[in-house]
């Protein structure tokens, strides 16, 4: 809301000869309220890509086209469009194409999942932030070709400059640390299920289990044998 003063020349004509005077006819009218919407729209954006294991660049078309395979390790940098603002928070989760299921939580509040998945960078244009996380056999089940990572960040500004909302009359400059917005972001990854079968994968894994325990008993044998003897 807003208050508009209008700005009145008013003369005043009086004779003090008699030492009585009035002033007569005196009117006054008030203004009429003029109100307006006016529609804001976030301004920036998140840029997301498949980032090389070092750094932070963005890794070429040929080298993103190559589907991965299951325990892979990715790397997935997140960037705001402009210099103005980082990203203050953000979640990210891995989906199937199509589905709204959250097949696996990458990240909650910037923080990764201990023992699955690392967050590291500062959420500037120039030093992004970087998702490291391993793929997780149900992102290949049933055949799937591609799997969604997609989120959300929330913005602040990170320089005492304008631009945090383009509206239809004007700009306001904003301080650092304000609000800047949220966005949404999706990055489409292509996968492909390795030639060894989930069965054998589990039998894989079960077979190193006893394996290790039948080498952990033989262990305990001899020390036993050993301790009778001595």
């Known amino acids: 809301k807003s208050v508009n003063f209008r700005e009145s020349d008013v003369v005043l004509k009086y004779n003090l000869s008699m030492n009585s005077f009035s002033v007569l006819g005196n009117t006054i009218e008030k203004l009429n309220i003029v109100t307006s919407n006016q529609i804001a729209s976030n301004i920036y954006s998140i840029s997301t890509c498949r980032c090389s294991t070092i750094g932070y660049g963005c890794l070429d078309t040929a080298e993103t ?19 103005d603002v980082k990203i203050a928070l953000f979640n990210m989760h891995f989906s199937k194409v199509g589905s709204n299921q959250i097949d696996f939580v990458t990240v909650t509040n910037s923080s990764g999942v201990t023992g699955f998945s690392v967050v590291r960078g500062n959420g500037v244009l120039n030093a992004p932030l970087k998702v490291t996380s391993r793929l997780f056999t149900e992102l290949f089940a049933n055949g799937a070709k591609t799997f969604d990572a997609r989120g959300d960040a929330f913005l602040k500004f990170h320089s005492s400059a304008r631009k945090l909302l383009s509206y239809v009359s004007d700009r306001n400059l904003q301080q650092d640390g304000a609000d800047a917005g949220s966005a949404l972001y999706k990055l489409s990854i292509p996968i492909t299920k390795s030639a060894t079968s989930e069965v054998d994968y589990k039998k894989g894994k079960f077979t190193s289990l006893i394996v290790g325990g039948f080498f952990t008993l033989v262990v305990l044998i001899c020390f036993v044998t050993y301790k009778k003897v001595y």
């Open 65 to 83: 086209s190559q589907p991965l395979d299951q325990d892979s390790l990715i790397h997935i940098c997140l960037s705001p469009n402009s210099s």
